[in-house]
């Protein structure tokens, strides 16, 4: 069910009229300073540090850094010469900084709080990329809204999230913080965070903004180096990029942040084809365009901005409104408008989004959080239960050999591998509260299945290879195992922001663990805990079964133990491809067909030559895009669409037939793809237009009904419009990308229906 959630983007003329009575009133530095989001710290102050801490000491309280203000803060505040904070996640800072804005300048206007909540706050849920493979947008809403939730009740009234960039190239770190490579699954998820996130009856009776981010194209940085050149056509910027940005403000997102990088020789926060043209003209967006951080200063070292002062003039003309951090236009702006370089029309309509955004959120008539609530809020019993529902949702079966899984105990168990007991990697990337102890590790989970004697835990080695290992010590202690469980993967900082890759297989020495496992003979059940897909073709065949339990948040090593033993049926499926070789990257799904495709069937490329294929490997994954085992088995059949022919005003009906024939309980994520096989411009081999998480008993059969719109059949074409071209369309349901029940169809003019 969803939930009731706010929306920005609605004209609210009573909101209007405040606003400009509010613009009318205010002087040009006071206009300026809304643009301005800093970090209200100063530096660390290490006698303030042990002053805090002896205090805490003293008094039998935790601990808790909370350093100086930046001397000139309160200042700057009383001047209205600062518009919002970023990554203060104190609720005293923030009222006590708030009470200054409100009571103590010119104009009262109140401060808006921004932060990186990316996959929970403090409950944390699994990584993104792992909530994008549920294929379950409500279950995300509902954990974008426990986020909120906990956010709000510490004070922040905006939450840069959702992450929403395609990421095609697994060496980015970053591709965990998203949902993937595919524009549709995207969509779908970024939809469900802004609501979940905007939701309308947060405790704290606050309400939160969302800002979908990195605005646009970070996700192709080339070869997977963050913060990299992005470079590719503007058909593919509107065809893969944009369409989750698109989605994000229809589901109510009044802001957004815009990315680090450039595209074909513009940076994104200086690009007046993305920030006006696109955002504004076309769309009719009126939300707020903030930077990223320092994104403005960066325009320097992009070399397409002499200074500070240059960028900030760029980035205004460009259509920025908000700048984080780095203080171009707190310095500049000023005289920039006074010799005329930018008009003041600009800056009234930048000041003018960030009051209408602060209006909206209700900060003037409730600036203050309470700061008691947050007490009562984090990490309450039912959010934990909705994080251990996350990740068994998330976790994605890859191999299942001889059914070795679910486990049926009693069974003598050795658990090798540095990932079993690590808590803090379960938080991944981009937890800003870093509780290991809310943590419940492998070894956690598995305590609730097995009584103590039934296992036993040998490292092994160390995730990275700096430490000595005892790959001995591991191979001794696997001898009177039954099976080994080998719990594997990265550690929370090898994915993320800067956090780039070259080499995508086990870090360290853990290939090598896996290694002497194998050669002892006994059957490895291995459970990776990682924050990308990794590059695992020798793992995977060492190994009876896989399963990929990502950096899975509090609850992560419950929700293991839960899928090990069968208390849970996996039905996670991954949203981005396994490559067999980094030399395939970026690999993904719908890619196009090229003048010389390989034949399908993947092994006789070898064969071939003078072909879009490589001589070393085929060019299919190791797993695709989609897939997901489960402990049932599911059977499609009956797939009629209906009609075969449409008009591009009418919509298909697809219906097919599901049925469990396994002997548990299980949920069925059911795709729907599409191929236009003739375009003005070339299309990719397929698309997703659809998908239906069901869950089935056993013997169980149910009707699946798809309604494909023929305007969800939409591309740019060549004039670089949308068209919905005629001509013929195949179509698939089924379990992944590779196939399915196949089907075909025909859009056609209405005119020659006559
Ligand atoms: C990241 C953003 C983040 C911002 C504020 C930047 O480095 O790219 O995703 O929201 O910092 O913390």
Not at 109 to 124: E, K, Q, W, Y
Request: hydrophobic share 45%; net charge negative; proline share 7%.
């Amino acid at each position: 069910m969803q939930t009731d959630s706010h929306t920005y983007n609605q004209p609210d003329p009573a909101t209007e009229a405040r606003v400009e009575a509010l613009l009318a009133q205010m002087t040009l530095p006071e206009k300026i300073g809304q643009l301005v989001q800093l970090n209200p710290f100063g530096p660390f102050d290490p006698d303030e540090y042990d002053r805090q801490k002896a205090e805490a000491a003293a008094n039998g309280r935790p601990f808790t850094y909370i350093p100086p203000l930046r001397h000139d803060m309160e200042a700057l505040l009383r001047a209205g010469r600062v518009g919002s904070f970023l990554n203060v996640m104190l609720p005293g800072v923030i009222n006590h900084c708030q009470r200054i804005a409100v009571e103590e300048s010119r104009l009262g206007i109140p401060l808006i709080a921004g932060g990186d909540v990316i996959h929970g706050f403090r409950t944390i849920f699994p990584i993104p990329l792992a909530e994008s493979c549920t294929w379950n947008p409500p279950l995300l809403e509902r954990a974008a809204r426990v986020a909120a939730e906990e956010a709000s009740a510490s004070g922040i009234d905006w939450i840069f999230a959702p992450m929403i960039d395609v990421a095609r190239d697994l060496r980015w770190g970053r591709i965990a913080e998203g949902a993937g490579e595919d524009p549709f699954v995207g969509m779908a998820m970024a939809r469900a965070r802004v609501r979940g996130f905007q939701a309308a009856d947060l405790s704290s009776g606050r309400r939160i903004a969302a800002c979908p981010k990195h605005y646009v194209g970070y996700g192709a940085a080339e070869a997977g180096r963050d913060y990299n050149t992005a470079d590719f056509s503007e058909r593919t910027l509107r065809d893969v990029y944009l369409p989750p940005f698109k989605a994000a403000f229809d589901a109510g997102a009044g802001s957004v942040m815009s990315a680090f990088n450039e595209i074909s020789g513009i940076p994104a926060t200086a690009n007046p084809l993305l920030l006006r043209a696109i955002l504004r003209d076309e769309w009719q967006w009126p939300g707020v365009v903030l930077s990223d951080y320092e994104a403005v200063h960066e325009l320097i070292a992009h070399g397409l901005a002499a200074d500070l002062k240059d960028a900030a003039r760029l980035s205004i003309l460009a259509g920025l409104d908000m700048e984080m951090v780095s203080e171009g236009y707190a310095t500049h702006l000023a005289d920039l408008v006074a010799a005329g370089d930018v008009p003041l029309a600009l800056v009234d309509e930048a000041a003018r989004r960030v009051l209408r955004l602060k209006f909206r959120l209700g900060l003037f008539a409730q600036p203050y959080t309470d700061e008691t609530l947050a007490e009562t809020i984090i990490l309450r019993p039912d959010f934990r239960t909705l994080a251990l529902e996350v990740a068994q949702e998330s976790m994605v079966l890859l191999k299942n050999e001889d059914d070795i899984l679910p486990l049926a105990p009693p069974t003598r168990l050795a658990v090798i591998g540095p990932l079993a007991d690590s808590h803090a990697d379960m938080l991944g990337c981009w937890s800003l509260h870093t509780h290991p102890e809310d943590v419940e590790t492998v070894l956690d989970g598995l305590a609730a299945y097995l009584p103590a004697d039934a296992w036993r835990y040998t490292p092994g080695c160390p995730i990275r290879a700096s430490e000595p290992t005892d790959i001995a010590a591991a191979v001794t202690a696997v001898q009177d195992a039954d099976v080994i469980l080998l719990v594997v993967g990265e550690s929370a900082d090898m994915s993320g922001e800067g956090h780039s890759r070259t080499h995508l297989g086990l870090p360290g020495r853990q290939q090598e663990l896996a290694d002497a496992l194998a050669a002892t003979g006994k059957p490895i059940v291995c459970v990776l805990m990682n924050g990308r897909p990794l590059v695992i073709p020798r793992l995977a065949a060492q190994v009876k079964a896989l399963l990929v339990g990502w950096h899975g948040g509090i609850r992560a090593g419950r929700a293991v133990a839960d899928i090990l033993f069968g208390a849970v049926n996996p039905s996670g499926k991954l949203t981005a491809s396994w490559p067999r070789a980094e030399g395939q990257i970026p690999l993904y799904y719908a890619h196009k067909n090229t003048g010389r495709p390989a034949a399908a069937a993947g092994v006789k490329q070898f064969a071939e030559y003078f072909k879009s294929v490589y001589l070393d490997e085929p060019n299919s994954p190791l797993f695709p895009f989609g897939f997901g085992l489960s402990y049932t088995r599911f059977a499609y059949s009956d797939l009629r669409l209906d009609p075969p022919t449409i008009t591009p005003e009418e919509t298909l009906v697809v219906t097919a037939t599901l049925r469990n024939v396994g002997s548990r309980a299980g949920a069925e994520v059911v795709q729907l793809y599409v191929r236009d096989l003739v375009g003005s411009v070339t299309r990719p081999v397929k698309e997703l237009k659809g998908f239906q998480k069901v869950t089935l008993q056993p013997g169980e059969r149910r009707a699946i009904r798809f309604e494909l719109p023929a305007q969800a059949l939409g591309f740019t074409g060549r004039e670089m419009r949308t068209v919905v071209e005629p001509g013929a369309f195949r179509l698939w349901v089924g379990p992944d990308c590779r196939g399915g029940l196949e089907g075909s169809f025909t859009v056609e003019e209405a005119h020659r229906r006559g």
